[in-house]
Every structure is written in structure tokens, then in C-alpha cells.
């Protein structure tokens, strides 16, 4: 069964410290994804990083496809980051797509 | 802009019940994905289906039925409601093999009492 692994389970951070966020895959994929679900919220795309790195706002991901490992970086965390952070990969072996996600990172950013 | 719409936004139902969950999108996107998200244990796919009248099983389809009728819609049937089950299922789609254009419905919580 292919398997994404995340690290840490649950995070507190202050506001303004920095998050890293860890992802590992049970096979080679070159189709990686971060979403963000606030609380009750719905689940929203973040970054899609295939490989290297790619950066949005105060959101850095680095992908390492002959380690099957990716990350994500938050910088100068804020409140409203707070909620639960999931890493998707590609578990498709056709054409299309067919994500398989990893259990979730939830942060909470506290004052 | 496009939208995908999942209803009920809450289903109360009771053990043993037959339960119809439903996902309209209007982004004329190819794939739909059923995914059941519990507490800790991330979201895991129940079903899916690339075209209309298209489904393939995923990881967790035993306990399930689904349906796409149409292209813009997906429905998913829990055949018998287990009591206690509480989860949230969630609706998504995408143009055929392209990750980073997966949209997601806000979701459906289930209770079963």
C-alpha cells in the first residue's frame, strides 16, 4: 500500500518563529502537493512542488524525489496559519491523477 | 469562477440506514474523488471516477457504493451506516492528470447515532 508519512503530528509555535514541515512517501513520485484545511474549513491547495524548491508568500517547499522526501517551510508564522497541514503525492500509475495524502501536521500559532 | 458543492453539509443517520451523499462541480473537470477524512488518519480514497459513468475502486470502497451519471456530478452511497461512525467525506476534482488543479468541496460531516 503506497503510504505518505508526516512529521511532527502537532506543532505549537509562537507567532513571528519559523515551522518546518516534514513529508516522506513509500515510493518515487514526482507529483507532490501541500494543502492547508482550516478548522471546519475546506481543504485548499498550497503549493504544487514536483521537485526543487518553490515559494509562496511565507510558504517554502523543497521536494527531493530520489529521497522521496518534501518539505515545507513557513516563515514568520501568524495566527491565522493555524490548522492542519497535509502533503499529498501522486499514487496513480496511469495517466491521471489520483492523490494519496499523509495523516497531517496540525499547527497552532499561539500569541 | 468555478465552485464544487457538496450536500448535505451535515447527515445525521442511524445504523444500518442506506445514506446518499452528493458533489456538483461546475469547473467541467474530468475527475472526481470521494475521500473520507477521519481524526489523525489524513484523507483516504473511497472512490473515483475520470469520466462520466467511470468509477474505480480506491482504498477504502468496501461499505460503499458511488455513481457519476454525468459529468458534473458524483455521488456516494455508505450502503449500511456503521453506529457511532463519525467522519467527514470530502469531494474533489481535477482536469484528468493534472495535480495542481484539484478543488475541494467543503464537506460532508456524518453522525451515526
Known amino acids: 500500500e503506497q503510504q505518505v508519512q508526516q512529521s511532527p503530528a502537532s506543532l505549537v509555535l509562537q507567532e513571528g518563529e519559523n515551522a518546518e514541515l516534514q513529508c516522506s512517501f513509500s515510493?518515487?513520485?514526482?507529483?507532490v502537493q501541500w494543502f492547508y484545511q482550516r478548522p471546519g474549513g475546506r481543504l485548499v491547495s498550497l503549493l504544487y512542488?514536483?521537485?526543487g524548491t518553490k515559494q509562496s508568500g511565507r510558504l517554502t517547499s523543497t521536494t527531493v524525489i530520489k529521497e522521496r522526501r518534501s518539505s515545507l517551510h513557513i516563515s514568520s508564522s501568524q495566527i491565522t496559519d493555524s490548522g492542519t497541514y497535509l502533503c499529498a503525492m501522486d499514487g496513480a500509475s496511469s495517466s491521471f491523477s489520483k492523490l494519496v495524502f499523509g495523516q497531517g501536521t496540525s499547527l497552532s500559532v499561539v500569541p | 469562477g468555478g465552485i464544487i458543492t457538496q450536500t448535505p453539509k451535515f447527515l445525521i443517520g442511524q445504523e444500518g440506514q442506506k445514506l446518499t451523499l452528493k458533489c456538483q462541480q461546475n469547473?467541467?473537470?474530468?475527475?472526481m474523488y470521494w475521500y473520507r477524512q477521519d481524526s489523525g488518519k489524513g484523507l483516504r480514497l473511497i472512490y473515483y471516477?475520470?469520466?462520466?459513468?467511470?468509477?474505480q475502486k480506491g482504498d477504502l470502497s468496501e461499505g460503499y457504493d458511488a455513481s457519476r451519471e454525468k459529468k458534473s456530478s458524483f455521488s456516494l452511497t455508505v450502503t449500511s451506516a456503521q453506529k457511532n461512525e463519525m467522519a467527514v467525506f470530502l469531494c474533489a476534482s481535477s482536469i484528468q492528470g493534472a495535480n495542481s488543479d484539484y478543488t475541494f468541496g467543503s464537506g460532508t460531516r456524518l453522525l451515526v447515532i
Open positions: 512542488n514536483p521537485s
Open positions: 515510493i518515487f513520485t514526482n507529483q
Open positions: 471516477s475520470i469520466t462520466e459513468n467511470d468509477l
Open positions: 469547473f467541467n473537470h474530468d475527475t
